[in-house]
């Protein structure tokens, strides 16, 4: 069964406060971005295919590098309807499919991305064959995930924030990390 959280009202509209209420103070503005931009292989004409694409703003970003087309794939239809609205340029495409359908995708590709979103897959294997036979030669696999640093905190007045402030200087709040605990 493949979970769809993204496409749960609540969950959807929380997602979006920490993307843009916190915007330049979430850890993907803060880490990820930046780090799995320094990983990337130059782009200009290449093919990419971006797995959990949400917003698209990675695929807007790799055509203004340069690159030819972006196929932007997420299995959340509100997911695919924002970056429809938000970051749809020429030679993008938004496309609801799954991680766990990506074999039915008919093209190759020089570069596959997928940012925070291989966490949610049960068979890693699959997904990187399927991968691999998405790929042209020489091509590149560059993907990131969630470290579960991020989802360790059990007080609901937490999560809503998942950061403290003291004098200016920005905290993720960690203690439950160690703490042993089934999985509601
Ligand atoms: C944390 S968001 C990251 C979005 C985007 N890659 C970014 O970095 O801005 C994770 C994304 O993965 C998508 N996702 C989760 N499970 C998926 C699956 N099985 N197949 C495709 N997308 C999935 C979610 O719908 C969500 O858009």
Do not use: W
């Not at 609801?96 to 897959?121: N, R, W």
């Not at 990131?144 to 007080?155: A, V």
């Amino acid at each position: 069964m493949k979970q769809n959280i993204y496409d749960d009202e609540k969950f959807f509209n929380q997602y979006e406060e920490l993307r843009n209420e916190q915007k330049d103070k979430n850890a993907n503005d803060l880490i990820e971005i930046p780090n799995f931009r320094k990983l990337m292989p130059d782009v200009t004409n290449k093919s990419i295919l971006d797995l959990g694409c949400g917003y698209g703003e990675n695929d807007k970003f790799y055509i203004e590098q340069g690159a030819k087309y972006v196929l932007g794939t997420d299995i959340s239809k509100k997911m695919i309807e924002k970056a429809n609205e938000i970051n749809k340029i020429d030679g993008i495409e938004y496309k609801v499919i799954a991680m766990e359908d990506i074999s039915s995708i008919d093209k190759k590709f020089d570069v596959i991305i997928s940012s925070l979103a291989f966490h949610y897959i049960k068979d890693f294997d699959k997904l990187i064959n399927d991968c691999y036979k998405l790929l042209n030669n020489d091509g590149y696999l560059v993907f990131s995930q969630e470290h579960p640093f991020t989802t360790c905190i059990k007080y609901t007045e937490n999560v809503k924030k998942g950061h403290t402030v003291i004098d200016n200087k920005y905290f993720g709040l960690f203690s439950d990390y160690n703490r042993p605990r089934r999985k509601n």
